[in-house]
């Protein structure tokens, strides 16, 4: 299946089920360059399996997704795990070694950038030392290291304080990549997101 330039991500007649129960059925995506979406629906619609899906990291039962040659993907989890002893940076690094398109001091930047947009002071702090809200912003930041043409986040504010929240509202805002945020927080979704989905 052909994909224009600007479409990113599509779908088409997506079904996936556990057991007796499917979750989704027939469901039809497209994203464009630079759409920036809020993804709502209750609780087991089958939010977090979608996203899983377009991220490549579960398969649909049916109907087919495709992908514009040479898309990065980033991908945040709700609850992100970390290896324990590790520092932020080494985590950070060992996400941007993926980079061939970067030398290793352009890898080295693009890291120092990440960790002080999400707001790290300490870049050898161990990631055990973090709260969850600190979690959810290295989680966030990895991903930014990746430079993500299409940036999926579960439910990102999720463990975040105000300030972690004002600040997740101000690097989506102002991202020109697209990018597809699952959240129950309707305030939040109305402030980053251009277009809404219902799940």
């Known amino acids: 299946m052909a994909i224009s330039t600007s479409v990113l991500l599509s779908c088409e007649d997506l079904g996936k089920a556990y057991g007796a ?27 977090s399996t979608l996203l899983k899906v377009l991220a490549g ?9 495709a992908l514009r040659k040479g898309v990065r993907i980033g991908y945040v989890p709700q609850d992100p795990v970390f290896a324990p002893g590790r520092s932020l940076e080494e985590i950070v690094i060992e996400a941007v070694a ?11 930047q693009a890291v120092a950038l990440a960790l002080g947009k999400a707001g790290f002071e300490d870049r050898g702090a161990a990631t055990e030392t973090l709260s969850g809200g600190w979690r959810k912003r290295l989680a966030i930041a990895r ?15 999720n463990h975040l304080d105000v300030e972690g ?21 309707r305030y939040f979704l109305q402030s980053v997101a251009r277009s809404m989905l219902e799940l």
């Open 143 to 157: 991903e930014l290291a990746l430079e993500p043409d299409v940036l999926l986040l579960d439910e990102p504010t």
């Open 57 to 65: 990291l579960e398969t649909a039962d049916s109907g087919t997704r």
């Open 98 to 108: 993926q980079r061939e398109d970067l030398d290793e001091y352009e890898r080295f």
């Open 21 to 47: 129960k499917p979750l989704f059925e027939g469901l039809k995506l497209t994203l464009f360059e630079g759409d920036h979406v809020g993804l709502v629906g209750p609780n087991g619609a089958g939010k």
């Open 165 to 185: 929240i004002l600040w997740l509202e101000s690097l989506l805002r102002s991202e020109p990549k697209a990018f597809i945020a699952i959240s129950h927080d």
